[in-house]
């Protein structure tokens, strides 16, 4: 039925704008709306997109929040609707969005992360609150920006934060190493590698 029904519209990454990078891109003319960057970059431009939620018993129609959340977090939010718990010992990438559905806050039980090679070298990036980082495949800092006063990402604080450069690194270090340890990773690229 329709009125029970959680409805999710978005899309994955940001536009291919007219500022072409490859051939295929050529007579594309995708807007960010003045976000720097675009799709396959870890600018705001590459990664923040509208979303729309229609889900009658919590969210209430015309209702707006600019609380990010991510893909991730419909697997977590679904599960948590159909009262169906994750398997024991299996990573959990996100989290539930019945609280902010439902007008509340929503706790991150981890920072937000992308994993994405770009055409400028970043790799990565780790949102913390409105504290976001690039860093390059290496694990190397590239760019900070506080999303909350620069949302252009115009105003690189790199090098007047090291102490919030360090800390969102280690965030950033400890999810690739979580990505890496993840058991359900593992056995795919067991089966990839067992013989037919």
């Known amino acids: 039925r329709l009125d029970s029904t959680l409805v999710i519209f978005s899309s994955d990454n940001g ?28 600018f705001e431009g590459g990664i923040r997109v509208p979303g729309i ?23 977590p939010t679904v599960s948590e609707i159909l009262c169906v718990a994750p398997r024991a ?16 806050r929503l706790q991150r039980s ?4 992308w994993a994405i090679v770009t055409p400028v070298g970043s790799e990565y990036a780790v949102r913390d609150g409105d504290w976001k980082l690039i860093l390059d495949s290496e694990l190397q800092p590239q760019h900070l920006f506080n999303l ?25 270090r400890a999810r690739v190493a979580a990505i890496a340890g993840d058991p359900l990773l593992k056995a795919r690229e067991a089966s990839y590698h067992a013989s037919p």
């Open 15 to 42: 536009p291919v704008t007219a500022a072409a990078l490859t051939p295929w891109e050529l007579g594309m003319a995708g807007e960010t709306g003045g976000l720097r960057g675009k799709k396959r970059f870890l």
């Open 53 to 75: 939620v229609r889900y009658p018993p919590l969210v209430k129609a015309g209702t707006a929040a600019d609380t990010p959340v991510t893909a991730l977090d419909v697997f």
């Open 89 to 104: 010992g299996v990573p959990r990438d996100g989290d539930s969005l019945l609280p902010l559905f439902a007008g509340g």
């Open 110 to 113: 981890a920072p937000l992360f």
């Open 148 to 172: 909350a006063a620069d949302f252009y990402e115009v105003d690189d604080r790199i090098h007047a934060e090291p102490q919030r450069v360090a800390r969102l690194r280690g965030l950033a």
